[in-house]
């Protein structure tokens, strides 16, 4: 999982094989926000999720987030090879001007 | 297409060097930031800001200012860089506040020799 003061996690899987990615936080938020950053490039976002939404779905991603524990996850599902990348957790602070980053997961997916 | 943009790409300076990056966005999204990503960390951030004039810092501002003078362009400048400043730099832009997305330029590789 990734935490804002642990080192980057990183996972090896097969194609074919879901994976979940794990984001703990330490200030309260009604948001987390999770981007996905290939290499060479800036992080671009695939799911948001709001404290009122618990589980949200988006093709083959699903993200989860329970505000008690302070926690989110992503799953993705069937992970393709071009799923390979860097995911970070972003948690909102500051009437939501601001985001922190998780210090993120790197997902390799092999052939 | 909604597009954020950085120059230069990769830069080279000598300790002591001003430097500016420099960013764009045709979005007219009120909010841009200027974060720094170094190996193995999340993204940092620097600067925000709400608009035209209007910045504040981030969580590590020490040794960087930015200018914000027309809605689509945000700078950052480094003043006398130092070694530990080499990083990659990404600006990005958002609508209003960060509860909608962040859109991301490609980056700035910057080394300080």
């Known amino acids: 999982s990734q935490w804002g003061e642990e080192n980057l996690q990183a996972l090896s899987i097969q194609e074919g094989e879901d994976v979940t990615m794990n984001c703990s936080y330490k200030?309260?938020?009604?948001?987390v926000h999770w981007y996905r950053q290939d290499s060479g490039r800036g992080p671009a976002l695939i799911i948001l999720i709001r404290s009122n939404e618990r589980e949200k779905r988006s093709g083959r991603l699903r993200a989860t987030l329970d505000t008690s524990s302070q926690s989110s996850s992503l799953s993705i599902t069937a992970a393709q090879c071009e799923d390979t990348a860097v995911y970070f957790c972003?948690?909102?602070?500051?009437?939501?001007?601001?985001?922190?980053f998780g210090t993120g997961t790197s997902l390799l997916v092999d052939p | 297409d909604m597009k954020v943009t950085q120059m230069p790409r990769y830069l080279i300076k000598r300790m002591g060097e001003n430097v500016l990056l420099e960013c764009g966005q045709d979005m007219s999204h009120e909010t841009m930031y200027w974060y720094r990503q170094d190996p193995g960390l999340g993204l940092q951030l620097i600067y925000i800001s709400y608009d035209v004039d209007s910045n504040s810092e981030g969580d590590i501002p020490k040794g960087y200012r930015v200018s914000r003078k027309k809605r689509e362009h945000f700078s950052l400048i480094l003043d006398s860089a130092k070694t530990n400043q080499t990083s990659v730099y990404f600006c990005a832009s958002s609508l209003y506040r960060s509860s909608y997305e962040q859109y991301f330029g490609p980056g700035t590789r910057l080394t300080v020799l």
């Open positions: 200030t309260y938020t009604t948001v």
């Open positions: 972003a948690t909102e602070l500051n009437m939501g001007y601001k985001l922190t």
